[in-house]
């Protein structure tokens, strides 16, 4: 009998692909150290500064024996975590089956491993990797691994230290793996019981960033929660801790709870001027915690006690604060020295730039409307449904081009088997059309319209979308669905094409009147119509 076997170079690819930088490789460990139910984790950086440095990750969660050593902990591309079963401290567990953990690993020349399991007291269990002896294999399956025993006094937990290390560690570097740590586990509350310490003496001040924290020295502190019945409560405290106000949601009716999972939400708010800080007879300064909001500012997602990425990084405004920050001053301070002559002379601009950062906000939601995972899953669509998501989402454009929508539906509920995503792509590319045609050199400027239009023919659907612009023109009919054809000079010529074939992967068809029923262009798709 005959297997695959494997060159060692596959493990040096996998590694240097997977993580790109350093600091990605520990957190993968450090998650392995949530997923083995530790609550404390300690990552040390030793002379890491040059090469030939080491990690150490220790915690003190559940540990492993030999078996889960050679069937979890050794196998790559496949670990126990892939089964999402939950743990004993009801943790979802968040590694990625192995692959980044050989990745970080490898971030040394060599790899030590000391683990006790929880189930026997007093057994260490201890391997070492010398990723040389790779280099002298033929197949991977070649070098063996020693898994030894001994006795032991300390409490269980895992130790892994990786030595000799190939690159330094560089002071952004060591930012970026501590404002890491310090977001990973929920800083705000510790009811998910995984604290974690960074030691590196050789970056004392990034170490004090991820150790310390000054929600204290807030100036006021939100708390709002919206419990497992769907009522809301929230209450704003002072630096004191005084509550200034509370509020609290009292439904009178099923319909006026919050329809979501329990929910809880906490925003400090800092005042950082010297002032501030100097009438409260602290020892921090306003310096000290503008340093570390620098790290941990921002609006943050944090699932399970685990954060989620990417809402909350640095250059991920999901909330648009930064924006709220930078428009606010322009209307308050230009009325306040401009007075009346604000209006006059910078009114309707500011409006305009305020509409047209609303705008683009709108159009860069589009992918990620789309993209969404259970969207591209197959099952019964619902037609209707999908038609009204999409004219809402677009909504903003048709106003600011003063297109009237008109929806023309059958009296029946349509629903085609297929995926939301492609039927939302199909509609999508064919509005987007419309619109543009209005907007081309010597387009239809008034009594602007759209219609979309459902029929129902035995078992076929047919979706029309016409509207009253210019019709197709400078372009013959069949050429419309070529990738990189258009008529437009800014134009990707790939609307059409990506309709085409989004119909085709429908099981559809789609056709095109240059001048139809409104005189402008008018597309045909036809679906087969499935009965629920």
């Known amino acids: 009998m005959m297997h695959f076997k494997f060159s060692p170079k596959i493990l040096q690819r996998l590694g240097e692909e997977l993580i790109p930088n350093p600091d990605q490789g520990i957190i993968e460990l450090v998650k392995n150290s949530y997923d083995a139910d530790a609550t404390e984790c300690t990552v040390e950086l030793i002379k890491t500064s040059t090469i030939g ?50 990745a970080a690993l490898q971030m040394g020349s060599q790899v030590f491993l000391k683990t006790r399991p929880k189930h026997e007291p007093g057994v260490e269990y201890s391997l070492t990797i010398n990723w040389d002896d790779f280099q002298e294999a033929d ?49 705000f509350d510790n009811h998910v019981g995984f604290s974690l310490k960074l030691i590196a003496p050789e970056f004392s001040e990034i170490e004090k960033q991820v150790n310390n924290a000054y929600f204290d020295d807030a100036e006021y502190h939100l708390q ?54 100097s009438a409260r007879k602290t020892s921090v300064s306003s310096t000290q915690v503008r ?17 989620v990425k990417p809402y909350g990084d640095s250059d991920d405004d999901w909330l ?50 789309l993209l969404k995972r259970e969207k591209r899953r197959a099952g019964v669509v619902d037609v209707h449904s999908v038609i009204d998501d999409i004219v809402a989402l677009f909504q903003t454009f048709f106003d600011e081009g003063e297109i009237q929508v008109i929806k023309e539906k059958v009296d029946t509920k349509p629903c085609i088997y297929g995926s939301d995503a ?51 023109h ?19 010529g790939l609307g059409l094409t990506i309709v085409r074939d989004s119909v ?17 262009a008018e597309f045909i798709v036809e679906l087969t119509l499935i009965r629920e």
């Open 224 to 277: 709002a929660s919206i419990n497992e019945l769907g009522i809301a409560e929230a209450s704003l405290l002072d630096w004191q801790k005084n509550v200034i106000f509370h509020a609290k949601h009292s439904a009178i009716s099923q319909q006026e709870l919050y329809k979501t999972p329990r929910t809880e939400f906490d925003l400090w708010v800092f005042l950082l001027n010297p002032q501030s800080f």
């Open 320 to 369: 648009n604060l930064n924006y709220a920050r930078a428009r606010n001053p322009i209307e308050k301070k230009g009325k306040e020295i401009l007075k009346e002559k604000y209006e006059q002379y910078f009114g309707e601009p500011v409006r305009k730039l305020y509409q047209v950062s609303k705008s683009l906000q709108r159009f860069s939601n589009f992918p990620l409307h």
């Open 139 to 187: 197949v991977v399956e070649d070098v063996a691994f020693d898994v030894k025993k001994s006795i032991t006094d300390k409490e269980y937990g895992t130790d892994i230290i990786v030595g000799n290390l190939k690159n330094i560690f560089n002071k952004r570097d060591i930012q970026r793996l501590a404002r890491e740590l310090l977001l990973l586990a929920d800083p």
């Open 53 to 102: 440095g080491s990690i150490i990750i220790s915690d003190n969660g559940v540990g492993m024996d030999k078996d889960t050593i050679s069937e979890g902990w050794l196998v790559l591309g496949r670990s126990k975590k892939a089964i999402r079963e939950v743990t004993q401290l009801g943790r979802l567990p968040v590694g990625n089956k192995g692959l980044g953990r050989l």
């Open 422 to 472: 492609l039927l939302e792509a199909i509609i999508t590319n064919l509005l987007t059309n419309t619109i543009n045609a209005f907007n081309v050199e010597g387009g239809r400027i008034e009594e602007r319209q759209v219609i979309i239009r459902t029929e129902t023919e035995g078992t076929n659907l047919k979706i029309k979308v016409l509207d009253n612009g210019s019709g197709i």
């Open 291 to 307: 340093e570390w909001l620098a790290q941990v500012g921002n609006v943050r997602l944090y699932h399970r006690g685990l954060r």
């Open 504 to 520: 085709t992967d429908l099981g559809g068809s789609v056709d095109a009147i240059p001048k139809g029923e409104l005189g402008g």
């Open 474 to 492: 400078n372009i013959k009919l069949d050429e419309i669905w070529l990738p990189g054809t258009t008529t437009r000079q800014d134009g990707t």
